[in-house]
């Protein structure tokens, strides 16, 4: 007998609000009460975020929708720019947790800004943006991105990730620094010190240069992204974080790098 279905839809949707997205996703196959109630907008209404309407808002996109369920896998599949183009938002899908990526242009990026001869912007059929960052060759790599904790998810713990593309020949990207900070909190020297050491190219670096160093990994839109940092948003009272990738100690040359932007979501 489906006991489940005696139940009034009210209660089995408080059952459901208290699970994850996940499971809400997959409690239609426990019986006919549970489908109907794991439909309802009520239950999907919880796994959005509360601003969610006002970050969407910002979006020059119209979003279609028949239910608050499409809606949510919809931002978890389809990122939707907002601000202008300068940041796209999106859902983490298994908790509903919101994700951020700051467009290149909105990186601080040395060298970057009317010096065509180091850095060129030019448009990408891959990029959700309308511009990436093209390094073309610097010997002083440096790359840094901020957010305002307060759009962040709280009590989260966050990962910082520089994603990017790497063309035909690229040179001198092996290793490089990284490091999250809390930019009222940290000094840079303090977040120098305990930077990680990461590679932007996928082979083996050469024997007699540092272990442990991070590798990229390809993402599922075909771009790469290394792990730049982590750090936990507790209340969004924190200010900004800065996440920065730099090579500025071995002068030799770099290129062959494109810059996508920087991407802060749920660990």
């Not at 489906?2 to 699970?19: A, M, Q």
């Not at 440096?142 to 904790?149: C, H, L, N, Q, V």
Request: charged residues 30%.
């Amino acid at each position: 007998m489906d006991y489940f279905g005696l139940l009034p839809e009210g209660c089995v949707s408080d059952i459901i609000s208290f699970t994850s997205p996940k499971d809400a996703a997959i409690s239609s196959a426990i019986s006919r009460g549970f489908k109907s109630a794991s439909e309802s907008d009520t239950i999907w209404e919880k796994f959005l975020p509360s601003d969610y309407q006002h970050i969407i808002s910002k979006s020059d996109s119209q979003l279609v929708f028949s239910s608050k369920k499409e809606l949510y896998f919809s931002l978890c599949d389809s990122p939707v720019l907002v601000d202008g183009g300068k940041l796209s938002f999106s859902l983490d899908k298994k908790t509903g947790k919101k994700c951020f990526m700051l467009a290149a242009r909105e990186l601080a990026i040395s060298w970057g800004v009317d010096t065509p001869w180091y850095w060129e912007w030019i448009s990408h059929s891959e990029s959700r943006f309308s511009e990436v960052a093209h390094l073309k060759g610097v010997s002083w790599l440096d790359i840094r991105g901020k957010i305002e904790t307060q759009i962040l998810s709280k009590r989260t713990k966050y990962v910082a990730y520089l994603v990017f593309k790497l063309v035909e020949g690229h040179e001198g990207l092996e290793i490089a620094n990284a490091y999250v900070r809390f930019v009222n909190r940290d000094s840079k020297k303090e977040a120098e010190e305990r930077a990680s050491v990461v590679s932007l190219v996928e082979q083996k670096v050469k024997r007699g240069i540092k272990r442990n160093v991070k590798r990229p990994r390809k993402r599922v839109d075909g771009w790469m992204e290394i792990e730049m940092g982590i750090f936990f948003n507790e209340t969004g009272e924190e200010g900004d974080v800065e996440a920065r990738l730099m090579e500025i100690t071995r002068l030799h040359g770099k290129g062959g790098l494109i810059v996508q932007g920087m991407e802060f979501r749920p660990e």
